[in-house]
Protein backbone atom coordinates (compact mmCIF):
# COMPACT_ATOMS: atom_id res chain seq x y z
CA UNK A 1 0.00 0.00 0.00
CA UNK A 2 1.13 3.42 -1.01
CA UNK A 3 0.14 6.44 0.46
CA UNK A 4 0.46 9.79 -1.13
CA UNK A 5 -0.15 13.33 0.76
CA UNK A 6 -0.71 16.63 -1.01
CA UNK A 7 -2.17 20.08 -0.28
CA UNK A 8 -0.01 21.26 2.36
CA UNK A 9 1.19 24.99 2.38
CA UNK A 10 2.14 28.43 4.31
CA UNK A 11 -0.85 30.13 5.33
CA UNK A 12 -1.88 33.16 7.53
CA UNK A 13 -3.83 32.88 10.61
CA UNK A 14 -7.86 32.06 9.71
CA UNK A 15 -6.95 30.96 6.56
CA UNK A 16 -8.27 27.62 5.13
CA UNK A 17 -6.19 24.45 3.14
CA UNK A 18 -7.01 21.50 2.16
CA UNK A 19 -5.02 18.12 2.51
CA UNK A 20 -5.83 15.09 0.30
CA UNK A 21 -4.36 11.83 0.35
CA UNK A 22 -4.77 9.14 -2.23
CA UNK A 23 -3.93 5.64 -1.80
CA UNK A 24 -3.12 2.51 -4.34
CA UNK A 25 -2.64 -0.99 -3.72
CA UNK A 26 -5.26 -2.11 -1.60
CA UNK A 27 -9.22 -2.16 -1.33
CA UNK A 28 -9.35 1.58 0.17
CA UNK A 29 -13.02 1.65 1.25
CA UNK A 30 -12.60 -1.39 3.49
CA UNK A 31 -9.72 1.00 5.54
CA UNK A 32 -9.98 3.28 8.19
CA UNK A 33 -8.10 6.27 7.39
CA UNK A 34 -6.40 8.93 9.76
CA UNK A 35 -4.64 12.57 9.86
CA UNK A 36 -1.91 12.74 12.48
CA UNK A 37 0.22 16.09 12.93
CA UNK A 38 3.57 16.25 14.01
CA UNK A 39 5.27 19.63 15.21
CA UNK A 40 8.71 19.90 15.79
CA UNK A 41 9.82 18.38 19.31
CA UNK A 42 6.08 16.72 19.76
CA UNK A 43 5.09 13.55 19.66
CA UNK A 44 2.67 12.56 16.35
CA UNK A 45 -0.82 13.41 17.39
CA UNK A 46 -4.18 12.34 16.33
CA UNK A 47 -6.15 14.75 14.47
CA UNK A 48 -8.97 13.21 12.22
CA UNK A 49 -10.43 9.35 11.41
CA UNK A 50 -13.19 8.17 9.27
CA UNK A 51 -14.32 4.51 9.05
CA UNK A 52 -15.05 2.86 6.14
CA UNK A 53 -19.10 3.73 7.04
CA UNK A 54 -18.10 7.56 6.87
CA UNK A 55 -18.41 8.02 10.96
CA UNK A 56 -15.70 10.39 11.77
CA UNK A 57 -13.80 11.56 14.62
CA UNK A 58 -11.84 14.63 15.71
CA UNK A 59 -9.22 15.38 18.35
CA UNK A 60 -10.76 18.34 20.59
CA UNK A 61 -8.36 20.53 19.10
CA UNK A 62 -10.01 20.82 15.52
CA UNK A 63 -13.81 19.84 16.18
CA UNK A 64 -15.40 22.56 14.96
CA UNK A 65 -12.71 23.62 12.39
CA UNK A 66 -11.30 20.75 10.46
CA UNK A 67 -13.34 17.74 8.46
CA UNK A 68 -12.35 14.79 7.10
CA UNK A 69 -14.01 13.04 4.30
CA UNK A 70 -13.43 10.01 1.76
CA UNK A 71 -14.17 9.37 -2.12
CA UNK A 72 -13.95 5.72 -2.35
CA UNK A 73 -14.33 5.96 -5.83
CA UNK A 74 -10.96 8.25 -6.14
CA UNK A 75 -9.39 6.23 -2.91
CA UNK A 76 -8.95 9.16 -1.40
CA UNK A 77 -9.19 11.13 1.84
CA UNK A 78 -9.68 14.44 2.50
CA UNK A 79 -9.26 16.67 5.07
CA UNK A 80 -10.43 20.56 5.29
CA UNK A 81 -8.82 22.35 7.34
CA UNK A 82 -11.10 26.16 8.12
CA UNK A 83 -9.84 28.73 10.66
CA UNK A 84 -6.31 27.70 10.92
CA UNK A 85 -4.30 28.77 13.70
CA UNK A 86 -0.57 29.18 13.89
CA UNK A 87 -0.48 26.04 16.93
CA UNK A 88 -1.96 23.77 13.66
CA UNK A 89 1.40 23.71 12.15
CA UNK A 90 2.80 21.14 12.01
CA UNK A 91 4.02 18.07 9.22
CA UNK A 92 0.20 16.20 8.48
CA UNK A 93 0.55 12.50 8.06
CA UNK A 94 -2.51 10.35 6.74
CA UNK A 95 -2.72 6.80 7.18
CA UNK A 96 -4.88 3.50 7.12
CA UNK A 97 -6.22 0.99 9.13
CA UNK A 98 -7.72 -2.21 9.76
CA UNK A 99 -10.47 -0.11 11.19
CA UNK A 100 -8.82 -0.65 15.07
CA UNK A 101 -11.44 -0.05 18.35
CA UNK A 102 -11.47 3.48 19.12
CA UNK A 103 -9.11 3.73 21.80
CA UNK A 104 -6.51 2.19 19.26
CA UNK A 105 -7.48 4.79 16.10
CA UNK A 106 -6.32 8.30 18.27
CA UNK A 107 -3.23 6.49 18.33
CA UNK A 108 -0.24 5.96 15.64
CA UNK A 109 -0.67 2.06 16.30
CA UNK A 110 -3.88 1.46 15.12
CA UNK A 111 -2.50 2.31 11.42
CA UNK A 112 -0.36 0.05 9.13
CA UNK A 113 0.24 2.39 6.58
CA UNK A 114 1.60 5.91 6.61
CA UNK A 115 2.10 8.59 3.40
CA UNK A 116 4.93 10.86 3.92
CA UNK A 117 3.74 14.08 5.25
CA UNK A 118 3.05 17.20 3.88
CA UNK A 119 4.11 20.47 5.78
CA UNK A 120 1.48 22.80 6.82
CA UNK A 121 2.76 26.21 8.18
CA UNK A 122 0.32 29.05 9.46
CA UNK A 123 1.62 32.16 10.43
CA UNK A 124 0.30 34.60 12.87
Known amino acids: VQLQASGGGLVQAGDSLRLSCTASGRTFSSYTMGWFRQAPGKEREFVAA???????YYADSVKGRFTISRDNAKNTVYLQMNGLKPEDTAVYYC???????????????????WGQGTQVTVSS
Open 50 to 56: IRSGSIT
Open 95 to 113: ALGPNPIITMMRTPRGYNY
